[in-house]
Structures are given as C-alpha cells and as structure tokens.
C-alpha cells in the first residue's frame, strides 16, 4: 500500500513535470503550425537563467523573473528569425528551431561552462512535505504539483475567457479576417510563441532544482516532450496533460514490476532457460525497458491513432 | 645576408640532428574521450589531468629527455567515433593512445589497435586505458598492446566485499545497475563475492536500467525502499549517480550507498549534505590519505583549473611511460611496451605493478566515506561543497588481486 501510493504521487508528479514542458510546445503547434524543435532548448535556458538570477535575488523572484525573460528571448526570436523564415513554409522553419537548439546549447557552454551548476533547492522547499507510512514524499514535488496545476489553469482560462484568448483563437483559425478586424495577427504570433516558451522556462525553474542543470538536460529531455506533445494529440492542452499523466504513471509502475515475457510463458508452461533462443529478450524484465516504454507508446499511438487521444486533427 | 645564409645552415644542422636522435623529442598522446555531451564535463576533467601531469613531468625531467604533449580528441562516448579518431591518429604519426570512458569504446579500441599493430610492424601503436573497467579487458579479451592503469570492476569489488563483511549491520543489499556490460559485471560479481564471503547478507533486489536515459529516479527508489534493502551496491556513474543520490534524499531513503564513481565530475555537487555519512566510494586514491600524498598536485591542479583533480591513473600512467623512455631510451612503443611488462613504478597510492601476465596494474584499494570536512583528517572537499572523502580503509594490493584467465600472445 505505501509502496502503492507513494508510486503513484511520484508519477504524477513526474507526469505534471511533463506536462510543464510539453504545454508550451503543443500549445505553439496549436497555434501557429510550428514544431518547435527548440523547445527544451528552451527549458534549459529557463533553468540557468534562473540559477543565475537566483544567486542575486533568491529563488522565488527567480521563479516569476526567469520565465519572463525566457519567454522575451522567445518572443525575439518569432519576431526576427520565424517571421522570417515563416514564408518559406513549414520545413524552413523547423529547420530554423532545429538549428536554434543547437546554437541554444553552445551559447550555454560557453556562457554557464560544461559542468553541472550548483542550482539547489531554497530552504523553504528542502525536506518533506509529509511522511507516509516510512517513505517521506518531498516538498519541492509537492510545490512542482502545485505550480503545474496552476499553470494549467491559468492557461486554460487566459485562452477561453478573456478577450486576448478569444483574439489569438480567432487569429489561428481564420488569420486574414481577424487580421481584417483590425488585430495585428503576426504579433499576436509572437504572443504565442513568447508565452510557450515562457512556460518552458518555467518548467525549468523547477525542473533545473528537482534534477541537475547541465548543458545536457536539454537534448536528454527533447525526446519525451514530443512523445508527450504526439501521444496527447498535436495542438491538443488537455490532451497533452492527460498524456503526461499517463506516461509518469505507466513509467513509474513499470520500474516496480519485474514480469518478463519467459515469466509469462512459464504461467502457461513454456519453460524458458537459456538454452532458449532469443534468451536475452525473453528474460528483459519490464522494469528494464520501462525508461523505453513512452517511445513505445508513440509509435503504437502514430500506427493506431494518429491523432492522438484528443487530437482533432484528422490528416 | 650572409648571416641569414649561416643561420639557415645552423638551423638546418640542429633540426637533422633532432630528427636523427628520435630519443630527445616530443611525444605525442592522443586522449580519446567524450569532450562534449553527457560525459563532457568528465572528459574535459580528465584530458586537463593529463595535461597537467604531463606538464608536470616536462618540468621535472621525469623521462630524461623525451617530453610529453597530450592531444585531445572528442569521441562522444561512441566506440564508431573512436575507430575513426584512431585512423586521424595513426595518420598523424601519434604513436601512444590513452582512452578510459566506457569499457565498450575500450573493447572496441584494444581490437582495433591490436589489428593496426599487427598489419603495419614498424607503426606500432600503446594503448594505455585508464578507466575502462570491464574485467574481460584483461581476461579474455586481453591484449598484449593494452595496458589498464586503473583497478578492474572485480578487483573493487572484491575490496568492497572484503570490507563489507566486516559490517554487520549490512542485511539486505540492493544491486542497481546500468544495463551494459560494465552494469551487469558489476552486478555478476558482487552476488558472486558476496556469496562466498557473507552468505548470510540476502540480495533483496537487483534492477539494471538503461544506460543515460532514466530522468526520475524516485520510482527506483520506492522500490529499494520496499525491497528492505539496507544497503545499496552501484556501479553508475555521471548522472545516473547524481540523479538516484538526489532522489533518495528526497525520498528519505537511509541505505548506505556503494558506489564506483561518487568522486567524479557533477556527482559531489548533487549530493551535497544529504550524502553525508551514507555515500561511499572504492576507488584507488583519494586526496585525503593518511599522508595526503598528492594533495600539493590537486591543490595545483584546483588552483590552475578551478576543478578536482580526481584521475590518479594519469599519475600513474605517466609515470610508466617515462620510466620504460628512461629503461629503453627510446620512444619506440614496440620497446616500451615490452619495458612496462612487469614495471613498478611509485604513484601517488603507493607501488603500482604492471603485471605481465595480463597488464592489469595492481595497486592498493581505497574505500572512502562522504564527509563534512574537519581539517585533520579530511582536509580538502570537493567541488567546494564542504564535504569532503574520508579514507575509511585501504586495502593493500595483494589482497584485491584477482587471477587472470588471460593467455596473452606476445609478439615475435
């Protein structure tokens, strides 16, 4: 039972810290087509700049501060290079990002160094929050929860009631006549995109302190946002926030179950020994290939269900 | 002009008189490490530490003549990447390699180099290994042009082990691993020793996971946890290590950690207090020594490059080479290869022996303890956190020593 519920806090929390991420990144594809392969690139900036700032004036300041000066970055880079690059259509401009990530990661070797920066935890968020059982669940997860929620929330109501929401769904769908409205659609463009990249940054305020800021964490945590942003449906909020739940979830049981495929087939009387041919996958265990299992789910998701599971995309 | 005319002359008389006594040059050592990604910040670490030892012997004359410069080369952690370095190597005339990030890179360098030595006589290639670990490097898979400074994976563990028995309260250990081979030999020996050494002490679980990929070690550590474990035994290093000590402080965890690698770039920052007491690392050197032997280098080094000099075997390595330069005065590999067969040399944790049998260097084994530093027996910290290692025990080389099953072909 601790065993059980602390599993499944530690997923969902996993799975909020996901959902941070990935957030900005469907919430661009969304709204202006674009596949922003710089988008970790991104989270590492959020949580450098944030370890930077948060040596001057502490980390709380830091938390609101960071992701704003991310998200300006962000919005200079829609300003000056994808509005340029956005007329030669949509492969340009995932060339762009793809190129930006790279220049993105050099910049902060050069800038923070290779090694890992010492970006801890203030002591207000050190320690647990509360203990069960034996096990203590820490306060900085519980915080990492509570920040995701509510940037969930914020999201959602910024997009759906209020009248900049309206502008920029109406802007997305039916560009030219908002733009003949008298909106200025290619800045609300740069709204966007500076707000994804902003929450990016704010997941790596957080994600910076809860595992290590090092010029790595960027490409180590590219892949998985993607999985997230394909697995929930492209352009899909809800979408992606149910998917990030169910691969922290299906990713943290998975590591605690030791099944493997010879095991299932000694239930039904097929001994497996390593006389067996293919040994050496009949005897992989699941919580070995756990870590590999969202990629799985990608690819089952594309073959069965190309649009996600609240995709609304049909091509 | 007539001066310039004579100063050519002169020019050109001392440059074939250098090229005729290849003994007074400089030697080139091509370093075949990550620089970049993952491991970059552990590679950077290591080429520094041989270019600093390097300099070091330049300055003092170590080898009577000949000097050393070491090259870097970025392999990205990958073995393709390597065998392509190696052509580049061979191409420029560089005649020693040192390599040491993953075994499976080091697997694939001894056979490469043992193929290129065996085709071009005459451009004979050393490779000296300083980290690789994989004990099949010296057993089955040995190689007469290979030569390990560090102490294999069965070796520590048979330190550990050794000084495990001895702890009582150690019950229940928990094995956690990479899923590679260095991982799974790990793993292998350390049910093996234990076995016969504690049989008492029960193996609650074992778990190998996917090598730099695993973000969230908190699940795996909920599962230590409900396994009863006391103590856990890890060979993972880099961010594997930092990530899984981050999260069972988070989680409250009170095992004590055994670990290879806890001393090396990134993983005493993440530690901090919460390893304090509990982490553990067996090694072949640390700073803190009885003697501090070394301690004027790492402070050197900390001073130069604002990092911990952590990778003794550069010591060690350099030391080999110079003394069989001095032995055969020569530079040619194909003798000092045949000169370092057997070679003692001092270090910085004493004797180091080269043994001829399978060129595994043998040498005294440190355990040592995660501690605050209290300025008599932990001096210096690391990674300025305030912690520093204590020698908890040092086990002499015979004791660590392990038989080979290695049938070396010598060449000739």
Known sequence: MEFFVISLLNGVSYGLLLFMLSSGLTLIFSMMGVLNFAHAAFYMVGAYVAYALGLKIGFFPALFLAPLVVGVLGALVERYGLRTVHRYGHVAELLFTFGLAYLIEELVKVVWGLAAVPYRVPEILEGPLFTLYSTSFPKLRGFMMLVALLMLLSVFLMLTRTRIGLVIQAALTHPETAQALGHNVPRVFMLVFGGGTALAGLAGVIGGVAFITEPSMAASLGPIVFVVAVVGGMGSLVGAFLASLLIGIVQTFAIAVDWSLGGMLAVIGIVVNEQTPLYSLWKLQLSQVAPVLPYLLLVLMLIFRPKGLLGTRAD | MFNLKRARWALFLVSTLLAGSAYAQTVKIAFIDPLSGLLGPVGQNQLRSWQYIADIANQKNWAGGPKFEIVGFDNKLSPQ?????????????????VQGNGSSVALALADAVAKHNARNPGKEIVYLNYAAVDPDLTNSKCDYWHFRLDINSDMKMEALTTYLAKDKSVKNVYLLNQNYSFGQAVARAAKEYLARKRPDVKIVGEDLHPLAQVKDFAPYVSKIKAAGADTVITGNWGNDLALLIKAAKDAGLNDKFYTYYAATTGVPTAMGAAGENKVY??????VNNEKFVGADLAMGYL????????????YTGVAFLAKAFKETKSTDPVKVAKALEGMKVQSL??????????????????????????????????????????????????????PTSCQMKRPG
């Not at chain 2, 990447?81 to 390699?97: A, P």
């Not at chain 2, 690392?281 to 640390?286: A, D, I």
């Open chain 2, 81 to 97: 990447e390597s065998l392509t370095i190696l052509k580049q190597v061979e191409d420029q005339g560089i005649r020693y390699i």
């Open chain 2, 281 to 286: 690392y067996v090694g072949y050197w640390n």
């Open chain 2, 303 to 314: 001073k130069k490059f604002d990092d911990d000099y952590y990778t003794m075997a550069t």
């Open chain 2, 349 to 402: 944790n004493g004797e180091v022996e080269m043994r001829k049998s399978d060129h595994q260097a043998q040498q005294s084994v440190t355990i040592a303890k995660w501690v605050k530093i209290n300025g008599k027996t932990v001096k210096y910290d690391q990674e300025k956190t305030g912690y520093g290692w204590e020698t908890e025990v040092v086990i002499p080389a015979y004791v660590a020593t392990q």
